[in-house]
């Protein structure tokens, strides 16, 4: 039931991240690397993505052990080069652009979600050793994470501290040679174990002694499952332990873990950038993230999306209302499955829009365009934040598509919304990325970042409705930069998602054009021409009702006292 979404893919590369600008070369190469993705994607991950959900990992004392056939899928994965798409040259990666290999990651994700995580998160310890690692760490750690023969993971949330970073507890003393003896607990860490893998990297935000408290005092650990021989290979265990595996809603075949470090005081781990510089690296790891958890929304939509299709093209149910007909028909005929699946595809269609171009952007940021790298800054909270409502959106649409069949288990399709329901949560909360947008991107250049986009959307739009969101997102911005922080903060998620919405529809608008003067497979053309039409005259005027919202004032939400809630 799992169709690579590979000619879609293809076009928004060629025609929103304009692929051929950025690397010519890699450009040329796109279809295959995509079309093998695909292949692989459909052959291997595919077929494990209903029995991760069944059955999943489990603990052991041992450590976690994955569900039969996974460590044999992984294996393949690292064989086949999968993972060195966009990893540094000079480590063993392919060093191909980022939005090519984000690309090939919404194929792994599509076909088995809970086991793309395994990847997402060694991208992200990728980039943070990239960025802050010493020239021996990189040396030591990036070949080996670069293949994805060793994965890695972030360690940043306590018990007690949750999305409060600045209170954890962990702690790092010193014992000499550059080392450092780490000694915490962290909880909800993705792939915190499993068996696929000789080695995992952790990356351990932890507190040195007589550190200043709050996040400032924090600095970035490189903590290794096994320490390394000399030579390089996995050696003696770091004391890195498995207290649980959390019982989940969904992603059941990614471990969400527990784990303890150093119980017997011997687990050793490094810096990773000067201490108290924690945030800072951790920042680079999280970002990256940020962007992949907004790709994880596009690949639950994918997929919901062809199953609600399949099904609706399969079950027969009603003669079309209005027709001389009284033979039933497959529901698709009908005008409201019709109008469900066509919003899916559209939702679809615009989040990997958005989540790509901004890909594309930090290709161009890492080339050295400035401006580029100040978009992608102002567009990673939207990225995350309404890729994210979106895969939710589409995932729920498609239950409602399966009709009662959707709420039964074995359809798949409630696996999809079981599966997105994380995505807004994890990676900074959407009302954290929502503040993040008004409290920093916003006022970024006093706001010259953001104006310049909204520039740029102005002068290519044609649709009147996109033209007046455009102009509404404006007027909301102005407001909010000189807005009391209560009140921004009120009217941060309404306007997260009105501009969210203003930068899709930009970037479907340019597709429907695209697509009306393309040659090619007209069945594609024509469903992309449909699904941007769709997306401007139906979806757009949605997000303008939202500007009452946008320009309200905080003191509503305190016009009552925190217990009267309960009443």
């Not at 076009?11 to 450009?27: N, S, Y």
Request: hydrophobic share 45%; glycine share 10%; charged share 20%.
């Amino acid at each position: 039931m799992f169709t690579p979404a590979t000619a879609e893919q293809r076009f928004v590369l060629d025609h929103l991240v304009r692929l051929g600008e950025i690397a010519p070369d890699a450009a040329e190469m796109a279809e295959a690397v995509l079309e093998g993705a695909g292949q692989f994607a459909a052959g291997e991950w595919a077929p494990l993505e209903r029995l991760g959900d069944t059955d999943g990992p489990k603990w052991t004392e041992d450590g976690v052990k994955m569900p039969a056939g996974f460590a044999e899928a992984y294996r393949a994965y690292v064989e086949g080069g999968w993972g060195t798409i966009g990893s540094p040259a000079e480590f063993g990666g392919q060093g191909l652009p980022v939005s090519l290999s984000a690309a090939v990651l919404e194929t792994l994700g599509s076909a088995n979600m809970g086991f793309a995580l395994a990847p997402i998160l060694t991208v992200g310890a990728i980039e943070a050793l990239t960025h802050h690692g010493t020239p021996e760490q990189q040396a030591l750690y990036l070949p080996k994470l670069a293949t994805g023969e060793w994965t890695g993971t972030m360690n940043l949330t306590e018990p007690q501290a949750g999305s409060d970073v600045g209170a954890l507890k962990t702690r790092a003393e010193p014992v000499g040679d550059g080392k450092w003896k780490i000694k915490g607990t962290k909880i909800f860490i993705s792939f915190g174990d499993h068996d696929m893998a000789d080695n995992i990297v952790h990356l351990v935000l932890a507190r040195t002694p007589d550190a200043p408290a709050g996040t400032k005092g924090i600095s970035l650990f490189l903590v290794p499952k096994y320490r390394l021989n000399t030579d390089g290979t996995p050696g003696t265990f770091n004391d890195v332990r498995v207290v649980s595996i959390e019982h989940k809603m969904g992603l059941h075949a990614s471990p969400t873990c527990v784990l303890s470090f150093g119980d017997h005081d011997d687990c050793i781990g490094e810096l990773v950038g000067p201490e108290m510089g924690g945030i800072r690296a951790m920042f680079t790891m999280m970002n990256n993230a940020r962007l992949n958890v907004g790709l994880q929304g596009v690949q639950v939509a994918e997929r919901a999306t062809q199953r609600a299709v399949a099904y609706a093209r399969e079950r027969i149910q009603s003669p079309r209302a209005g027709s001389a007909s009284r033979e039933s028909v497959a529901i698709v005929e009908h005008p409201d499955v019709r109008r469900m699946l066509l919003r899916m595809k559209a939702q679809t269609q615009a989040a990997r829009a958005l989540v790509y171009y901004a890909f594309g952007q930090l290709d161009r940021a890492r080339a050295g365009d400035a401006a580029a790298e100040k978009r992608v800054e102002l567009l990673t909270p939207l990225a995350k934040a309404h890729g994210t409502d979106l895969g939710n959106e589409v995932a729920s649409l498609g239950i409602q598509v399966h009709g009662g069949m959707g709420y039964i288990e074995e359809t798949g399709a409630a696996q999809h919304f079981r599966d997105a329901r994380i995505t807004p949560i994890y990676e900074g909360t959407n009302g954290i990325q929502a503040a993040d947008l008004v409290g920093r991107k916003l006022s970024m250049d006093n706001g010259a970042t953001l104006i310049a986009l909204l520039a740029e959307m102005r002068g290519d739009a044609e649709n009147a409705e996109l033209l007046q969101l455009i102009e509404a997102c404006e007027e909301v911005a102005r407001n909010l930069l000189v807005s009391e922080t209560d009140d921004r903060l009120a009217a941060s998620y309404p306007f997260l998602t009105m501009l969210s919405v203003a930068v899709c529809g930009w970037l479907m608008e340019e597709q429907g054009r695209v697509a009306a003067r393309s040659e090619g497979d007209p069945r594609f053309l024509g469903m992309k021409a449909a699904a941007a039409r769709f997306y401007v005259e139906q979806i757009v005027p949605e997000a303008l009702g939202l500007r009452a919202a946008a320009m309200a004032r905080a003191d509503v939400l305190y016009a009552i006292d925190a217990e009267d809630f309960a009443v």
